[in-house]
């Protein structure tokens, strides 16, 4: 059973920041790609950012220079530092993780349960 894991989110003034954090646990061979997505009320969920086994990064267009991934392969967590926050940032927070239960495993897509992110004006 694998579970995927966020926390960090909250309530912020706007220009403010947040750190989320995201863990992969459970029986898990190996770890791919990894991303935090984000759907606000009445919108369809977005990529916010991705970051691949090797830490190549990418960016939706709307946070790109104020927000940062990262991730840990050894303790199977990936990270997103969000700076300059604007109101429109306001959202759940989805993490994303593609992995495999064994070796020879197909790779799958598991989503934590969310987190709340609000920026107020």
């Known amino acids: 059973q694998v579970q995927v894991v966020e926390s960090g989110g909250g309530l912020v003034q706007a220009g403010g920041s947040l750190r989320l954090s995201c863990l992969a646990s459970?029986?898990?061979?190996?770890?791919?790609?990894m991303g935090w997505y984000r759907q606000a009320p009445g919108k369809q969920r977005e990529l916010v950012a991705g970051i691949t086994s090797g830490g190549s990064a990418n960016y939706a267009s709307s946070v790109s220079g104020r927000f940062i991934i990262s991730r840990d392969n050894a303790k199977k967590m990936v990270y997103l530092q969000m700076n300059s926050l604007k109101p429109e940032d306001t959202a759940v927070y989805f993490c994303n993780a593609e992995l495999r239960t064994a070796r020879w495993g197909a790779l799958r897509s598991y989503w934590g349960q969310g987190t709340q992110v609000t920026v107020s004006s």
């Open positions: 459970g029986n898990i061979f190996s770890i791919n790609d």
